[in-house]
């Protein structure tokens, strides 16, 4: 049979995205969770280099051009713990360490 069954874990919310041909998108590579084999992926500079070290976004972004499916998530896995991690550290209230370090 041609047909598979995948399960994916993603948090969040979940973005489909239908590329056209050719049609080009830039996103944080941590929150692409699956996407098309005629999907392409890539990677752009984000800008020169003093917009890499200072501007927290890091030297590169992705980019995925279409044709196809691609399915992205809007809270990656860094996000959820530093999140979780604040939570937890605001309910004690002592400013201990926490369970995540």
Known sequence: SDESIAF????GTL????LSEN???TVDGRSVVAMEETV??????NG???????GGEGCFSTTLTGPGKVFMQS???????DAVQTTVIDDRGDGSESAFN
């Open 8 to 11: 994916l874990a993603a948090g």
């Open 15 to 18: 973005i489909y995205r239908y």
């Open 75 to 81: 809270m990656n896995f860094q996000k959820f713990r």
């Open 40 to 45: 392409t992926l890539g990677i752009a500079p």
């Open 23 to 25: 049609e080009t998108i």
């Open 48 to 54: 020169r280099i003093c917009m890499c070290c200072l």
